[in-house]
Every structure is written in C-alpha cells, then in structure tokens.
C-alpha cells in the first residue's frame, strides 16, 4: 500500500512538531517547508529524524518560504501531496503590530499562494488542505462563547491578515470545488511552546525561579482570559478534518476560560508555591505565600497596543460531528511545561 503524503509549512513549529510525529505514526511520508537561516531552527522535528531510519526515510525537509510564489509552486509540483497542513505563519500578535506588512505577506498571501499552486498544478481534485486559522479572527465581538457563526472583528494585523486567508480558503472551496478546511484555533500550549509566548515564558521562569537561577516573573495584562489548551490534542483534530467526505470549517477549543493570571497560579503551584497576589493594575504583584517574596510582578512593557480581554471556543461541531474531545486540562498543561522546563534547566 502507498502511503499517504502530507506537506506541512511551518514544520519547524510547535503544531508542525506534534503533527508530524501523528502523521509520521499512521504511516504517512512527511514532508516540511523550513525557512533558511543562518541558525538550525530544526530542533523540534529533530528527534523525527534520528529515532530510526524507517522513521528519518518519512520525513524530508525542503527549503522554502510562504513569500516566495515559485518556491512553492516547485514544492507542491515535485511533493505532489495528498494533504497539506498549512501551519506557517508570522504567528504573534504583539510582534505584528511592528511588522504589519511581513505579517499580511505572510499569514494573507501565503496562504493564497499555497492555494494558487495547487490549484495551477492541477491538484485541486486530489490534494486536501488545513488552514489553521485562530481565535483572533473574533478580537473584541462580545459574543462568548465563539463558535463558527459568530461574526469575526479583528482588532491586530495578526487577527486582520488571517482573516483575509479564511476568506480566501472559502473562497477557493467554493469556485473551485477544492478542499479546503479553516480550523479555527483557540490558544493551544505545549513544552515545544516558543519561549516568547506568556505560556511558556511562564513556564521557564516558575522552573528557574524553583531551582535560584530568576528571582521574578514580570507579565502584561494579568486580566486577560484565554481558552488553553494542549497543542498534541489539536493536531489530531487538523486530521481527522481531513478525513471527511465534505470540506468544513470548524472551532478547536477546550471551552474553558482562565486568566494568565490563574495560568501563573497554576505553574508556581506545581512546584509548591502558593502564589497570592495583591494590589491591582501595574501595581499588581503575585506574592510567596510561605515567604512573602515577591515573585511576579506586572510591567506596561508587556502590554498589546489593543488586547482581548475574553476568548474562549465552542467546539460543539467538531465534538459531535467529528468525535473530538480535547482531553488536557489546564493543571495537566502547566504541569508537562513546568516539569519540561524544570529538566531543561537542570541539564544546562
């Protein structure tokens, strides 16, 4: 039996690690679009690589970038993939305020350039495709929780160039009959989660704050409340959306809210600290209960020029039509970054 080829952007990513592992696992041959640099950004697919040779004979990287049409149009030709997994993206919403058009390049064209090499190629009729879109398509709609119909008001270019690619990857699911899923996700955290996301900054300075090597955690906004959930639990759900007789759209979530605040809570409480926190806005400080050391402390530098302060998902439709259910909760989640982070610390 042949097995299945996907090709997967943004491979070198936390989603791109974890799905790869679960394609890779089912039999597929994977293959990944890695950006050059002068620094190896390969660290997470890596072990894919070295674990056994059947496994490093189904994972093939190729040099590429979503802002280079013909780049990609020879990708797509010489792969000729049964599923693409478009992951790629400028993906930080703070980052995109500075770097608006990169981002629009990017996270909007790229994603039309993805869709017009297959369609030119003449893979519409065989090549499937994920897009994974995100929760900040909604920004400050006051709807809660968000589902599929709820109307989308982006508030950053993030938010604003994702959302010309969902419109995009409906578009060409409609005039060219091509099969297109949006997957619409909701905050998803792991340990491979980049250190300049809250999650994992959290994460790495509760361990180093443990073991003596950080004295205090400072954050932004301590108020805004996210749906958090785990990243290997997702990526099972950008499958099995490519399983299906028809193309869909669909919201991944946990449908549980927690603040950042409530997420630090939870990562100093796996190490046996009890965080209490006092005071209010910028003078906001998460305390030591047992020693009454200051050990987290809010500064305006970490502050979005325009924030959500609400996002939480209603995955009703992938639950009942697809059978997912995320599986993680958010003490499981801390729990898994903090104990990775703690390791990684210890072996430095």
């Known amino acids: 039996m042949v097995a299945k080829k996907a090709l997967i952007t943004g491979i070198t990513g936390q989603d791109g690690a974890y799905l790869s592992r679960l394609l890779i696992d089912k039999g597929y041959e994977v293959h990944g679009i890695v ?50 997994y478009n992951l790629g993206a400028q993906s930080q919403v703070d980052i995109s305020f500075s770097t608006p058009l990169y981002t629009a390049d990017v996270d909007g064209l790229g994603t039309l350039r993805l869709l017009e090499a297959v369609r030119v190629l003449g893979l519409a009729n065989t090549t499937r495709i994920y897009q994974a879109s995100t929760s900040d398509l909604y920004g400050k709609g006051s709807a809660s929780p968000k589902c599929e119909q709820t109307p989308f008001e982006p508030n950053s270019p993030y938010g604003i160039a994702k959302l010309y690619s969902y419109w995009t990857c409906v578009n060409y699911r409609e005039a060219y009959d091509m099969y297109v899923c949006n997957g619409i996700l909701f905050n998803h955290e792991s340990p491979l989660r980049g250190e300049n996301f809250v999650t994992r900054k959290i994460s790495s300075a509760v361990a180093r704050i443990k073991l003596g090597k950080q004295d205090v955690l400072q954050l932004g906004n301590l108020d805004a409340t996210r749906d958090f959930g785990f990243a290997g639990d997702y990526v099972e759900l950008m499958w099995l959306m490519l399983q299906q007789d028809a193309a869909d759209d669909y919201v991944m979530a946990t449908g549980k809210l927690s603040s950042v605040r409530e997420f630090a809570r939870a990562a100093f409480a796996h190490v046996g600290i009890e965080l209490r926190f006092e005071g209010s806005g910028l003078d906001e400080r998460g305390i030591d209960a047992a020693s009454g050391k200051t050990l987290l402390t809010v500064s305006k530098e970490f502050f979005r020029p325009t924030d959500v302060d609400l996002l939480v998902g209603d995955a009703s439709k992938a639950r009942q039509q697809l059978g997912w259910t995320p599986s993680t909760t958010l003490q499981e989640l801390t729990a898994m970054m903090v104990d990775f982070d703690l390791q990684r610390e210890q072996n430095l």
């Open 35 to 84: 950006r050059r640099s002068s620094d190896h950004n390969t660290a997470r697919v890596d072990q894919l690589r070295t674990d056994s040779n059947q496994q490093a004979a189904r994972l093939n990287l190729h040099f590429g970038d979503l802002t280079d049409s013909a780049g990609i149009m020879s990708i797509v030709e010489s792969v000729q993939p049964d599923e693409i």
